[in-house]
């Protein structure tokens, strides 16, 4: 997966506890970014970085917090867990290149919440 | 509100035959436009790109079509092989100010034998 490495993959929580999802990347990109992916909604952003102590919101960033101390180190914090919050998140990076957003992907972190 | 629409969920075609997935779009500043393939427990990978300079762009087996004046693109895949199949998105963003993709719902590709 092009040096990013997703923890834990897959992860069964209950309702109202905090959950921490982990990107790792060691491709020295400044761009990090946090995605669900549901059925009927296709991927959908949450929260993404452009630095170090650099993030922002994304259109769904809604019971989430972001924090990025290290440029390769991107994490996604659930601060109480809620069942629609059960889920696939990817993770993804980007150098941006000028006039190529293309963006490559973690492999994945399946998130239940029961 | 759906800026990057995907209407067919799914789509079933036959080896050898041509593929055509489509994509339409509301927000008229996008400017730049890719498709993803998704395999079952992988992250989605980078297939081919458009920008809106371009009304097509090749690579192999596949050729994406943009039409700026009906917000519409397509992917077309000839011929098409079993190892097609996955669950393909479009995403589109614009240059200018963010770089943030706004992705389609995704079509499931089934190419049988």
């Known amino acids: 997966d092009a040096g990013i490495t997703q923890s834990p993959r897959h992860k069964v929580t209950e309702t109202g506890t905090p959950v921490t999802l982990r990107c790792h990347q060691t491709?020295?990109?400044?761009?990090m970014y946090w995605y669900r992916q549901d059925p009927g909604h296709g991927l959908r952003l949450i929260h993404y970085s452009y630095g170090v102590k650099d993030t922002d919101k994304g259109e769904v960033s809604d019971g989430y917090s972001v924090s990025r101390s290290k440029t390769e180190d991107f994490l996604l914090t659930l601060e109480s867990a809620t069942s629609s919050q059960t889920s696939v998140y990817f993770c993804?990076?980007?150098?941006?290149?000028?006039?190529?957003?293309?963006?490559?992907f973690g492999a994945g972190s399946r998130l239940t919440v029961l | 509100d759906q800026q990057v629409k995907q209407n067919s969920p799914s789509l079933s075609v036959q080896e050898g035959r041509i593929s055509i997935l489509n994509c339409d779009y509301t927000n008229s500043m996008f400017d730049y436009f890719l498709w993803y393939k998704k395999y079952p427990a992988e992250g989605p990978t980078f297939l081919i790109s458009i920008s809106s300079i371009k009304d097509k762009n090749e690579d192999g087996r596949f050729t994406v079509f943009l039409n700026k004046s009906a917000k519409h693109l397509s992917l077309h895949i000839v011929p098409s092989q079993p190892g097609d199949s996955a669950v393909y998105f479009c995403a589109a963003s614009a240059l200018w100010g963010t770089d943030k993709l706004i992705f389609g719902t995704g079509t499931r590709l089934q190419v049988f034998p």
């Open positions: 993804a990076i980007s150098g941006r290149d000028p006039g190529a957003n293309v963006l490559t």
């Open positions: 491709e020295n990109h400044r761009y």
